[in-house]
């Protein structure tokens, strides 16, 4: 569908997209750029790489589509480094977890009178305990949400090249505006990272052996609080706003939930479990 | 190492029991007892059920050990009901979530001048989404922790007795008294039920829809909020006072998260998510 597409900064999802590209013909040429020069060595050797550039310009000079990988601080800085080496009409995204800011400056960046570029980002919502572009599998998006987040001026033509090239990894694409983005995830995501990581820092403080007793129930709900500090807070910071409001919300509950087991109101206790229970449900299974 | 052990009420756990000292050789003879007559019925045919009771009175006669694997609010009714009819020097266990008051209520009703049996409470941390007896299996406790929980005036005997019968189950057996289980599991299972909960009820007045663009996190940090609601508000209620104080230390925590967003202190945002990675990340993989 791509004649060309360039990845740059590839980690887990930088390799998937590219594994995944070439398992279901969304790209004749790869090329990939990564920051480390030991890694673009071993990058070299992968079937799913056609050729490696030294820099990001170089890497998407010929690209229709550019993919960068970079952690959500770096995306917006490499936007800005390969947007005069652009080729005309080129069209670049990202994997960000937070929209707003990396949108409105991405698109920005490539204002410039001379650019025909456009930039439209993307968000899937995949990944992996593991991290690292050795554990990247062609079928990491099959079945996943992957929102494309278009801003109200973006080139409908170019959204939808970003929608089919998603659509062609066999994921779910839900197009949304970078706001509504922002809203969603800092609910469904980024709560979900706060509250998990919260809790282990809770119990940390508690005589940590306790975690040895400890069934499926903690293992599961505490999974993400294994993730990368830096990486979240990087993320925490984009999206600080929409998570403040969210983790308002949430302690709403919980403080509802406190004053039911307080005042012995089993009635209420059972009941927020319930509507606990109603939302969880008919939650689907991930393939 | 039982010549006749009597299980009461079996669901996941006690139809695991019954499996697990059947395939370990725990026990010799097995008799279930099961509230409902269908139940009933369709246990007659299990190999791991030697003889089906009528009734609890009945079921207990012959067993040198019994265990009680009703929900927590029906143990202390079922030990007052079989107390006069247990064996000479019997033990009488149970599976439950909390321990404080129903070892002390347990120990109660067997304290009759007459009655030479002991009470000694067990919680096997071992559970699965799935409930109901014809879900057990013989190795559901392997590599699991099982608490046992006598009181100081327990018989010494008997408590080594219930300890080396979930040892032979291949399970960790760790022995601690009542009310300090009930500290340790009101933080590592009872606050986890609520978060997940309550992050689930939450989550459920905002667009419910949003649940289908949720990664793995969201759907492993709420797994738990599935569970039964009549039966969380029953362990909640006997272990409300060390539930409420596990929740306000989390909630504690929490609000440092909170304030740390509030004023942009990425410094402690990233030391928060520090300390939850490094309480998490020692967690041994379960078998």
């Not at 599998?137 to 099959?142: C, E, S």
């Not at 403080?205 to 069934?215: C, M, Q």
């Given at each position: 569908m791509f004649d060309h597409i360039a990845i740059l900064a590839p980690g887990l999802l930088g390799a998937s997209v590219a594994r995944a590209a070439r398992h279901y013909g969304a790209a004749k040429r790869i090329t990939l750029w990564a920051r480390r020069p030991e890694t673009r060595l071993q990058l070299k050797d992968q079937p799913w790489c056609d050729r490696i550039a030294e820099t990001p310009a170089e890497a998407v000079r010929e690209a229709q589509l550019v993919i960068i990988c970079a952690p959500v601080d770096q995306i917006v800085p490499l936007v800005t480094q390969i947007a005069a080496h652009l080729a005309t009409g080129a069209i670049v995204t990202d994997v960000g977890s937070v929209k707003g800011e990396i949108c409105r400056q991405g698109d920005k960046a490539l204002a410039a009178p001379a650019s025909s570029a456009n930039f439209v980002g993307s968000h899937p919502m995949a990944g992996s305990a593991q991290t690292g572009w050795?554990?990247?599998?062609?079928?990491?998006?099959?079945?996943r949400a992957v929102f494309v987040t278009p801003l109200p001026t973006t080139d409908a033509k170019a959204t939808e090249r970003v929608v089919a090239f998603w659509a062609a990894l066999e994921s779910n694409v839900a197009t949304v505006e970078p706001d509504a983005h922002d809203e969603i995830v800092a609910h469904i995501s980024h709560l979900p990272q706060v509250i998990a990581s919260t809790l282990c820092a809770s119990l940390a403080?508690?005589?940590?052996?306790?975690?040895?007793?400890?069934?499926g129930g903690l293992r599961d709900t505490t999974r993400?609080?294994?993730?990368d500090p830096k990486l979240w807070k990087s993320i925490l910071e984009q999206n600080r706003d929409e998570v403040l409001r969210a983790l308002r919300n949430y302690q709403e509950e919980l403080q509802a939930m406190e004053r039911a087991l307080a005042n012995r109101d089993w009635f209420e206790v059972q009941a927020i479990l319930e509507r606990g229970k109603a939302y969880r449900d008919p939650f689907r299974p991930i393939p």
């Open positions: 050795e554990h990247g599998r062609a079928d990491l998006f099959v079945g403080k508690k005589d940590p052996r306790w975690r040895n007793f400890s069934g993400i609080a294994s993730s």
